[in-house]
């Protein structure tokens, strides 16, 4: 019987990945234990207020979910690009660009459509919107090789600025006293609240979009061939396999995603285009790609996870005086915890005993 050290099998891999979220968690609140304690605050009392703020009551919870939310929607964005090695980092401006289209239909969309009509052409013109602003770098990613990291991140700076210019100035709501912001929107085209919380139906579309993706990349032959272009460019070629196309075409679903995380923002909570709508959830989506490893059905409940971090870090500053900042370190930490556990995971090698081999 001989030891030979190779790569790691696939169960020893799939056991790896998710032995590195724990691992992560666990560095995470090592770390923010230190912080705590340089704040000079006992870590335990902070983490039971973090978890009293995102969980302790019946509206605790409904806010966790509402902070969720947008974070479903750019977190499966990452996660569909990254199933064939594309790296959408501008989620933040396509769901920005979503919001842009959807307030565009809900303030100055035609007059003689039916009141039921508005509200799925918003969603409709947010899906287009996210796309068109994510297709861009689809196409230069395509024909031109270039990053779609720095495209994509580029471009967030573009739409936002843009969103800026358009509540700052053409559409600014007249009566709005100076408030920087668009006129509020139309009932028609409000997603419905529950029980007098913000929960909005925008959960049951990104529940729905969860699983429609797991399906379709798991389930379809476009997902099967997104997965060979990305993973093995060379026989996707051999096959056939047009991998300009699926690029960008991969891109401006990836981006139409995060624009109905736009129109959920703009259509179910603020019901205006303001300040507020750019705030970081497209970056945050990375994090919450990452901890769900890429799996579309893993994508809520890790947007639960760090919107619970979310809402337990505004808590930490309302009950014991310490910065809601804090709750950024433990995203980064997290993050950094997930991508180290990956390489060690990665890099250490299996030991397989095989029968009938001499040393």
């Known amino acids: 019987m001989s030891v030979v050290l190779q790569k790691k099998p696939p169960f020893a891999s799939v056991c790896g990945r998710f032995a590195s979220i724990p691992l992560a968690l666990l560095s995470a609140m090592l770390v923010g234990g230190i912080v705590f304690l340089l704040c000079g605050v006992d870590p335990i009392r902070a983490y039971l207020a973090m978890i009293d703020g995102a969980f302790g009551s019946a509206y605790a919870f409904s806010e966790t979910v509402v902070k969720a939310m947008p974070l479903i929607f750019t977190g499966l964005a990452v996660s569909l690009a990254a ?10 401006g396509q769901l920005v660009m979503g919001g842009i289209f959807a307030a565009g239909v809900a303030l100055f969309g035609p007059q003689h459509l039916p009141q039921w009509s508005v509200l799925p052409l918003a969603v409709v013109s947010a899906a287009f919107g996210g796309a068109l602003w994510a297709a861009v770098p689809g196409v230069l990613k395509a024909k031109l090789q270039v990053s779609e990291i720095l495209t994509t991140l580029l471009l967030n700076y573009v739409a936002i600025i843009f969103m800026e210019h358009l509540y700052y100035g053409p559409w600014r709501d007249p009566a709005g006293y100076g408030f920087p912001g668009t006129a509020m929107i139309g009932e028609s085209c409000r997603l419905a609240r529950f029980s007098g919380t913000r ?25 099967f061939r997104i997965r060979v272009c990305g993973q093995g460019p060379d026989a996707a070629r051999y096959a056939g396999y047009d991998i ?41 989506g990375i994090i919450v790609a990452f901890a769900a490893r890429k799996n ?14 979310m809402v337990g870090a ?32 990665k890099f250490l090698p299996s030991i397989r005993f095989i029968k009938g081999e001499k040393q």
């Open 296 to 309: 579309p059905l893993a994508v809520p409940v890790a947007a639960l996870f760090l919107g619970a971090v």
């Open 244 to 284: 300009s196309r699926q690029t960008v075409l991969l891109m401006a679903i990836s981006g139409a995603v995060a624009g109905l995380g736009g129109m959920a923002e703009v259509c179910g909570i603020h019901h205006r285009l303001q300040t507020g709508l750019a705030a970081g959830y497209g970056y945050d």
């Open 199 to 223: 929960l909005h139906g925008g959960l049951f579309i990104a529940l729905a979009l969860a699983a429609v993706l797991f399906f379709a990349v798991v389930r379809t032959k476009w997902g």
């Open 314 to 345: 505004d808590r930490l500053q309302t009950s014991l005086g310490l910065p809601s900042a804090i709750g950024m370190v433990l995203e980064g930490t997290l993050l950094f915890g997930l991508l180290a556990s990956d390489a060690l995971a």
């Open 83 to 92: 199933t064939m090695v594309l790296w959408n980092i501008g989620c933040e």
